[in-house]
């Protein structure tokens, strides 16, 4: 049995077959010229073999000639209700396969944990999958789920985690009960806890093998600032605190249903499903917490911060705040950072760092709300004699995205149509539709955010653009992160002053 995180991910595998190049005799400069030139001739036709298929006449045609309608998107609202004990419920049906998702959202994440004892929350959703469940011991219970071939497991989040199952249709009478002692009784074992340490413990010795993993550590900690709960991270001083009594006390204080949202979908029958979930959850008790408090943003200062390491590609990333929640200007700095930083083609940073230049792997930027400021981060992969090179050409490419009118009409266009094109695969699966929804409400969102997600992006104009490059791409402010070999990266106090950073998971 593998247990995933909040969601599991299906492969697909694709087959492709193409034909190697035919291979013509040699022509010389003269007889070419004097040969006529006569129409190519029809393609003769193939011996058809197995598998063979001629291709449709359609195919002929040329596809830039195409008229291709534009797209109509209507997002599907699940039916949702709130408990009288606070549980909130999202459901959505679909029969197309006989299979049964049930996710629990939980309003608790790895912010709310103590400062003594981070690495908390991870433990307590590992083990709420892991460490036996109502009357079954660990060992039962996953022998029961294997025999079923179902996936349960959870996964903490910064602000919200996640927890669920995903079964057969025919299994929900005799696995949903399992699913509400997983989440509301679970045994928290003591051996699997001393398990799930020693992992937990061994993920954290090894967090430094991870040059990528150090870039992204360390922009956290320099936008945030280290001692911020969005910026926090275990050690194996915080994980070897952690008791049994701290995860159990910590499970009846969070999960509880004032704080839960159960997402249904999957091939059911509403009226019997609501009742087994009534059963199940209807007694059970427990308010939500309060909102939380957030620290004022630290002030930001240009810097940049080495961070030593032996690696053939050194990691560059350059944070600074994004953009809070729910704010107006959300839609112009989507667009811009797509223009900006998008990849495949699309973004600038993109096309002029990796494609023009040549100076990087990958370069890219993204940008992302928050509860206070969010957080936008530009990304350089590249050798480490380049890196200097890279550095300052993208930061010129910041600067300038700044100027007024500095992305020209095709340039928001084709960031526009990528935001608006890539928006129908948010919702191609029932789950997806939940999941959307139930976050967007649980962060506060308007009723009709997604509804008109799209109308929104397409009204970003040109000064709309200019503006939101102005409020969050700010040189002044830039967090610069080099993860990299200090002797062959060059000269980087030209970027502003270096505080070399020995080890990230102290760094202050």
Not at 482 to 504: C, H, M, N, W, Y
């Amino acid at each position: 049995m593998r247990r995933g995180l909040a969601g599991w991910l299906c492969g697909v595998l694709v087959a492709a077959c193409a034909a190697g190049p035919e291979v013509r005799p040699a022509v010389s400069e003269t007889a070419a010229k004097a040969a006529p030139v006569e129409p190519p001739a029809a393609p003769a036709q193939r011996d058809a073999g197995p598998g063979w298929r001629a291709l449709p006449a359609a195919l002929s045609g040329d596809p830039t000639k195409l008229a291709i309608p534009p797209l109509e998107l209507s997002v599907v609202k699940p039916e949702r209700e709130t408990w009288p004990n606070g549980l909130k419920v999202y459901w959505m049906r679909d029969a197309t396969v006989p299979l049964v998702t049930v996710r629990a959202l939980v309003d608790v994440g790895t912010v709310d944990e103590p400062a003594e004892k981070l690495g908390l929350v991870d433990l307590l959703f590992e083990l709420m999958s892991s460490g036996g469940a109502g009357s079954r011991d660990a060992d039962v219970l996953d022998r029961l789920l294997e025999f079923h071939a179902a996936l349960a497991g959870g996964a903490a989040g910064e602000e919200f985690s996640g927890f669920g199952m995903n079964l057969r249709k025919e299994d929900v009478g005799t696995l949903l009960p399992v699913l509400s002692d997983m989440l509301r009784r679970p045994r928290l074992q003591e051996d699997r806890l001393k398990l799930t340490v020693a992992q937990a413990l061994e993920d954290v010795r090894r967090r430094a093998d991870s040059p990528g993993g150090l870039a992204e550590r360390a922009v956290r900690k320099a936008v945030f600032g280290p001692d911020s709960p969005l910026a926090r991270e275990e050690g194996a001083e915080t994980l070897k605190r952690i008791t049994r009594a701290d995860v159990k006390a910590f499970h009846e204080r969070y999960v509880v249903p004032g704080n839960t949202t159960l997402l249904v979908s999957g091939d059911f029958d509403p009226p019997s499903m609501r009742a087994l979930l009534q059963q199940l959850f209807g007694d059970w008790k427990g308010q939500g917490r309060g909102p939380r408090s957030w620290p004022a943003p630290v002030p930001l200062q240009r810097r940049v911060l080495l961070v030593p390491k032996e690696t053939p590609q050194v990691k560059i990333r350059i944070g600074t705040w994004g953009y809070p929640r729910r704010s107006p200007d959300e839609y112009a700095i989507r667009v811009m950072n797509t223009a900006l930083g998008g990849g495949l083609g699309v973004g600038r940073l993109y096309l002029q760092i990796r494609d023009a230049q040549g100076l990087a792997y990958s370069a890219g930027s993204h940008v992302m709300p928050g509860p206070t400021t969010g957080l936008f981060v530009a990304s350089v992969d590249t050798r480490p004699e380049m890196a200097v090179q890279a550095l300052d050409s993208t930061l010129k490419l910041l600067e300038e995205a700044r100027a007024e009118g500095a992305f020209n009409a095709r340039e928001r266009s084709l960031a526009t149509d990528s935001y608006l094109n890539s928006f129908a695969f948010r919702f191609d699966e029932p789950e997806k539709v939940l999941r959307e929804k139930a976050t967007f409400d649980h962060f506060g969102y308007p009723d009709d955010y997604l509804d008109r997600f799209r109308e929104n992006i397409s009204r970003v104009d040109g000064a709309a653009v200019a503006a939101a490059a102005q409020k969050v791409v700010d040189p002044g402010t830039f967090q610069i992160v080099v993860v990299g070999p200090p002797a062959k990266l060059g000269e980087l106090s030209r970027f502003g002053p270096v505080t070399v950073i020995q080890d990230v998971e102290v760094f202050r």
